[in-house]
């Protein structure tokens, strides 16, 4: 099966939201009470019932201008994900077409993932003791069709399709964008199946890692100390056998003590 | 396991209340912690009806574990958290006889020095696995790059007390035959005293501490 891509480019978004609505209705997550930031960006940040959100931000331009900034902020779904390298119950899993999945019936809410993801998108949700996160929309890319915000998206900031042709098109289009623009996803963590084109430099962008991976210390856990468990374990169970076999049981008798005999059983 | 006249008593009521309450929730921690980290040992979870309440079984019976480690140090640190030097590193550089022949090992006290690695191990990594649990528990109020940090901390200290505890187990049975009633009744025979801690038997017996099975209790001397 071909990887599938979402493709976001941030200079053709208008901020418009359709994406994070679309979002809510497909994926039946209805609003609750927020609260004023100062901005447009409603609600403050990925939540539980909100699986992507877009991110307003102004910076100066440097010649005393101010320019207005959209990100759509949603799952990347990495190819080496760290929420699913730690997820015990397999609730988060790779899909046929490289994205994360997220079952929740099988999350126990451990918040493993919370702590491993370098994008800090999963959420929490204390009323259900579970984490929430975009699944690109899985149950409509498994039918053919494309994600919700793909589909509401008004301006073709948003595109969907097979990995070679989105990253092409990325690609062309930084091009012709030119000056600090850039592809964002396709080279770290074994490429993202959500990529952004950027026009400015990944840095300028709030919350946005410039150089995401899979942390050291979710690798040290999960590929060298469960495997060195593993052998630990099983070392120590094969030694004791040998042990007892080769070098056998201590003698702990004596033959001045009648209490002695009880010893052996 | 009554134990019979003659018997020596090594352990009271409340170190051996302490021990089964720190090794049942110990085995109940590892197979449930098991269970939650390897995908392979997932269907631990089903006889509880799944991996949720696998995590709580394991959450709560951490808050077993804790008073249980807490009474255990304060119960064997003296005998078994400190080095007798240099006796003890006279026992190390043979293993005490344990791993291969010989003759005579050196004498030891209450506790030798694999028991007290073994003291040591749980002890240390214990209050680590204490640490590192309880902040796994509530992961979201404290900084990510250090709640990450727990989850290794959390599986470098399975990785230390499994084996340690394996062969805690193996030595208490059937590789040290006669240790087990230490736990149970109390009471050992003589010869294993002699043979697994000659320099405390002297001292108790010096001392007129020693209870004997049977026999008046010798106390009423000092």
Same mark, same amino acid.
């Given at each position: 099966?071909?990887?599938?891509?979402?493709l976001?480019?941030?200079?053709?978004?208008?901020?418009?939201?359709?994406?994070?609505?679309?979002?809510?209705?497909?994926?039946?997550?209805?609003?609750k009470?927020?609260?004023?930031?100062?901005t447009?960006q409603?609600?403050?940040?990925l939540?539980?019932?909100t699986?992507?959100?877009?991110?307003f931000?102004?910076v100066?331009?440097?010649?005393?201008?101010?320019?207005?900034?959209?990100?759509?902020?949603?799952?990347m779904?990495?190819?080496?994900?760290?929420c699913?390298?730690?997820?015990?119950?397999?609730?988060?899993?790779?899909t046929?077409?490289?994205?994360?999945?997220?079952?929740?019936?099988k999350?126990i809410?451990?918040?493993?993932?919370?702590?491993?993801?370098?994008?800090e998108?999963?959420?929490?949700?204390?009323?259900?003791?579970?984490?929430?996160?975009?699944?690109?929309?899985?149950?409509?890319?498994?039918?053919?069709?494309?994600?919700?915000?793909?589909?509401?998206c008004?301006?073709g900031a948003?595109?969907f399709?097979d990995k070679?042709?989105m990253?092409?098109?990325?690609?062309?289009?930084a091009?012709?964008?030119?000056?600090?623009?850039?592809?964002?996803?396709?080279?770290?963590?074994?490429?993202?199946?959500?990529?952004?084109?950027?026009p400015?430099?990944?840095?300028?962008?709030?919350r946005?890692?410039?150089?995401?991976?899979?942390?050291?210390?979710i690798?040290?856990?999960?590929?060298?100390?469960?495997?060195?468990?593993?052998?630990a374990?099983?070392?120590?169970?094969?030694g004791?056998?040998?042990?007892?076999?080769?070098?056998?049981?201590?003698?702990?008798?004596?033959?001045?003590?009648?209490?002695?005999q009880?010893?052996?059983? | 396991?009554?134990?019979?006249?003659g018997?020596?008593?090594?352990?009271?009521?409340?170190?051996?209340?302490?021990?089964w309450?720190?090794?049942?929730s110990?085995i109940?921690?590892?197979?449930?912690?098991?269970?939650?980290?390897?995908?392979?040992?997932?269907?631990?979870?089903?006889?509880v009806?799944?991996l949720?309440?696998?995590?709580?079984i394991?959450?709560?019976?951490?808050?077993?574990?804790?008073?249980?480690?807490?009474?255990?140090?304060?119960?064997?640190?003296?005998?078994?958290?400190?080095?007798d030097?240099?006796?003890?590193?006279?026992?190390?550089?043979?293993?005490?006889g344990?791993?291969?022949?010989?003759?005579?090992?050196?004498?030891?006290?209450?506790?030798?020095?694999?028991?007290?690695?073994?003291?040591?191990a749980v002890?240390g990594?214990?209050?680590?696995?204490?640490?590192?649990?309880?902040?796994?528990?509530?992961?979201?109020?404290?900084?990510?790059?250090? #709640?990450?940090?727990?989850?290794?901390?959390?599986?470098?200290?399975f990785?230390?007390i499994?084996?340690?505890?394996?062969?805690?187990?193996?030595?208490?049975?059937?590789?040290?035959p006669?240790?087990?009633?230490?736990?149970?009744?109390?009471?050992?025979?003589?010869?294993?005293?002699?043979?697994?801690?000659?320099k405390?038997?002297r001292?108790?017996e010096?001392?007129?501490?020693?209870?004997?099975?049977?026999?008046?209790?010798? #106390?009423?001397?000092?």
């Amino acid at each position: 099966m071909t990887e599938k891509v979402k493709l976001y480019d941030l200079s053709k978004c208008t901020g418009c939201r359709a994406c994070q609505l679309a979002c809510k209705q497909w994926n039946q997550l209805p609003a609750k009470q927020t609260h004023n930031m100062g901005t447009y960006q409603n609600p403050s940040d990925l939540q539980p019932n909100t699986w992507n959100l877009i991110r307003f931000q102004e910076v100066s331009d440097g010649n005393g201008g101010v320019k207005w900034m959209f990100r759509h902020d949603a799952c990347m779904h990495c190819t080496d994900a760290a929420c699913v390298r730690v997820c015990p119950s397999g609730a988060l899993s790779h899909t046929k077409y490289g994205t994360v999945a997220f079952d929740q019936a099988k999350c126990i809410g451990c918040k493993e993932c919370i702590s491993a993801c370098p994008f800090e998108v999963p959420r929490y949700d204390p009323e259900k003791d579970k984490i929430a996160k975009c699944d690109m929309c899985f149950s409509r890319i498994d039918n053919g069709l494309e994600p919700a915000c793909v589909k509401a998206c008004p301006t073709g900031a948003l595109r969907f399709g097979d990995k070679d042709e989105m990253l092409k098109l990325a690609y062309k289009r930084a091009k012709e964008l030119g000056g600090d623009a850039s592809v964002y996803g396709d080279k770290f963590v074994g490429g993202t199946h959500m990529i952004y084109v950027l026009p400015e430099k990944a840095s300028v962008y709030d919350r946005l890692p410039e150089n995401p991976r899979v942390p050291l210390s979710i690798i040290a856990w999960k590929d060298w100390l469960k495997p060195l468990s593993l052998l630990a374990a099983g070392g120590v169970l094969a030694g004791s056998l040998f042990h007892y076999i080769i070098h056998g049981p201590k003698d702990t008798g004596g033959d001045d003590d009648q209490a002695s005999q009880e010893g052996g059983k | 396991m009554i134990p019979k006249k003659g018997m020596i008593k090594v352990s009271d009521a409340f170190e051996r209340i302490v021990h089964w309450c720190l090794a049942i929730s110990c085995i109940v921690l590892m197979i449930s912690g098991l269970g939650m980290m390897f995908h392979a040992f997932n269907f631990l979870a089903i006889p509880v009806g799944g991996l949720k309440n696998l995590k709580l079984i394991h959450n709560f019976t951490g808050l077993i574990f804790i008073p249980s480690l807490l009474f255990a140090i304060l119960v064997w640190w003296k005998e078994a958290g400190v080095l007798d030097l240099p006796d003890d590193f006279e026992w190390i550089k043979c293993a005490g006889g344990y791993l291969w022949h010989v003759e005579n090992p050196p004498e030891t006290g209450k506790y030798n020095v694999g028991q007290k690695a073994f003291f040591l191990a749980v002890a240390g990594f214990g209050i680590i696995m204490i640490i590192s649990g309880l902040i796994m528990w509530f992961p979201l109020s404290l900084p990510t790059g250090l #709640v990450r940090w727990m989850y290794s901390l959390h599986a470098l200290g399975f990785f230390v007390i499994f084996p340690f505890f394996f062969v805690h187990l193996y030595l208490g049975t059937i590789g040290v035959p006669g240790s087990a009633p230490a736990v149970f009744t109390g009471y050992v025979t003589r010869s294993w005293c002699n043979k697994q801690c000659p320099k405390w038997l002297r001292k108790m017996e010096e001392t007129g501490k020693l209870e004997v099975y049977g026999e008046e209790k010798a #106390v009423s001397e000092h």
